[in-house]
């Protein structure tokens, strides 16, 4: 009785059920729904969507942020999948959010977006996996791994299907393990939100801090070698290699799998491109692309495709929209009124770029004459963290970072450093950092340098504004004493003094010394 009453009120179209239209064609893989392959399935889903009136794109950048957790909700992208009949996807999701990572800034909570908090993002130079930042498409599948296959196909000697005990097999396919630096594309886009805001699309372009990074290493085996090895190698007409993921993506009332594309001279270069299914040590978490991901060192994270279930060797670029019609680099003249997909380039090489994590912005910092400051520097594209420098006055003078003070360099990770840097000035001061990588280049120096449309690539210097109490100052030594001796505290730095600021006749004893009226 109750599967006759499921039947019956499950939504359809056209008289057929949506479980029927846009089933799960696997088994063993929850969550995954085939697109690519199947146009009249794709038409009938636009179709439907075309039928529905869905949550507006909230603003989010003309006023404050919320200061709830998750931030922002995704409730037109949830819609989107309630439509096809795909909830189920959002509910495990939130479920595997909840899982693992509860303590992440849930920056969107679906499609999932996490930024590791500043408390946990420079404890190490590896990040742990609970707090390594996420940053989804859509929702999470769940992969059996005995259920799982690996499809590669297009410009290749040899379509070919692995296993992924096979893929696994160091006998037939040699593994390695690499330290690799994953950065969104929209790390620090919060800065330009503030001064310029931009494309306003909640997913893709959230509101990102400086956590939007985190390090791992990784283990699995180089895509170079499974091409030749499983393949025969890839046809002279190849020029792209395309990673499609299992996970269901939408745009503009379209509906795809995930799908990127990295040139065929990346892959070349043997570990650059990795197919992994190790994480820090640990089998792959779930929201980390669980049982197969590809890590693409040095390009922004997007490229990096989790859920991996197909590969296509292609001699252009894919059209799959997150390639062709996002993470686009705009010039400032380019906006709303005229942006085409055609008018931007596609971003890949991560520029340089570097962050300052503590002291935070606007916060009270008591000292003896230096200021401690700690960060993260990173590069892509195979070039590392040569220098850090950091200013104490907006970018004129600059001091070093001593390389003792610095982690070790990697071709592909962050370097994580601290900085104690002299100040004597008193009030509002404000601090930047910029970095130089090993192929001599630096950072723009202030965010109208960096801004685009889309709002991506925010490598200029970094910038917060301290308020500085130098207690090697005698007469700010006495006041820190008067204040503790009261047993209150100087934070908030707004509230005012409940208590005279100075005596009467000290008043007056300065006021006769040096009058405020000239005497004649």
Not at 230 to 253: M, N, R, S, W
Request: net charge neutral; charged share 25%; glycine share 8%.
């Amino acid at each position: 009785m109750s599967a006759a009453i499921t039947l019956s009120t499950e939504e359809t179209w056209n008289g057929v059920p949506l479980s029927q239209l846009f089933p799960e064609d696997k088994l063993g893989w929850r969550g995954y729904v085939e697109w690519e392959d199947k146009p009249e399935r794709k038409r009938i889903a636009s179709e439907i969507l075309k039928t529905k009136q869905f949550t507006p794109i909230p603003e989010f950048q003309f006023v404050p942020l919320p200061k709830t957790n998750p931030v922002l909700v995704g409730y037109r992208w949830k819609e989107y999948h309630e439509a096809l009949g795909l909830k189920s996807v959002v509910d495990s999701s939130w479920a595997t959010v909840l899982k693992e990572k509860p303590g992440m800034i849930h920056l969107l909570d679906f499609p999932y977006n996490g930024e590791t908090p500043r408390s946990e993002l420079i404890n190490g130079k590896i990040t742990d996996n609970k707090w390594h930042f996420v940053r989804n498409h859509g929702g999470i599948p769940e992969i059996e791994e005995d259920a799982y296959e690996l499809e590669i196909g297009g410009l290749v000697n040899k379509p070919v299907k692995i296993t992924m005990k096979d893929l696994k097999d160091p006998s037939k396919f040699p593994q390695a393990e690499v330290t690799v630096t994953l950065q969104c594309s929209g790390t620090r886009r919060i800065e330009q939100i503030q001064e310029y805001p931009g494309d306003g699309d909640e997913l893709i372009n959230a509101p990102w801090g400086e956590g939007a990074i985190g390090t791992a290493v990784y283990r699995g085996v180089p895509l170079k070698k499974v091409l030749k090895i499983a393949c025969g190698g890839v046809l002279p007409e190849c020029k792209h290699l395309e990673f499609i993921g299992a996970d269901t993506y939408f745009k503009k009332g379209n509906v795809f799998n995930y799908a990127v594309s990295v040139p065929w001279r990346k892959v070349r270069q043997n570990e650059e491109v990795l197919l992994a299914w190790e994480m820090n040590g640990k089998p792959l978490p779930k929201i980390h692309g669980y049982p197969l991901r590809v890590v693409v060192t040095g390009y922004i994270g997007a490229r990096s495709a989790k859920w991996l279930y197909k590969i296509n060797a292609l001699a252009e670029p894919s059209m799959g929209p997150v390639q062709s019609q996002e993470y686009l680099y705009y010039t400032q003249q380019i906006g709303k009124q005229n942006a085409k997909y055609s008018n931007g380039f596609s971003i890949q090489n991560m520029p340089v770029s570097s962050a300052i994590i503590s002291p935070v912005d606007k916060q009270v910092v008591v000292h003896d004459g230096h200021i401690e400051l700690r960060g993260w520097s990173y590069s892509g594209g195979g070039n590392w963290v040569e220098r850090v420098e950091v200013s104490p006055d907006g970018g004129h003078v600059w001091y070093c970072v001593d390389q003792e003070d610095m982690t070790e360099k990697h071709y592909h990770a962050w370097r994580l450093w601290t900085a104690k840097v002299p100040v004597d000035a008193e009030g509002w001061l404000e601090f930047c950092v910029r970095s130089w990588d090993s192929s001599n280049n630096t950072e723009p120096t202030f965010v109208r340098s960096a801004w685009n449309w889309d709002l991506h690539v925010t490598s200029s210097c970094h910038r917060i504004k301290v308020y500085s109490v130098n207690r090697s100052r005698p007469a700010t030594a006495q006041r820190l004493a008067e204040i503790e001796a009261r047993g209150q505290g100087f934070n908030p730095l707004t509230r005012p003094l409940e208590w005279s600021l100075e005596s009467e006749v000290d008043y007056l004893r300065a006021m006769r010394k040096h009058p405020r009226e000239p005497l004649d």
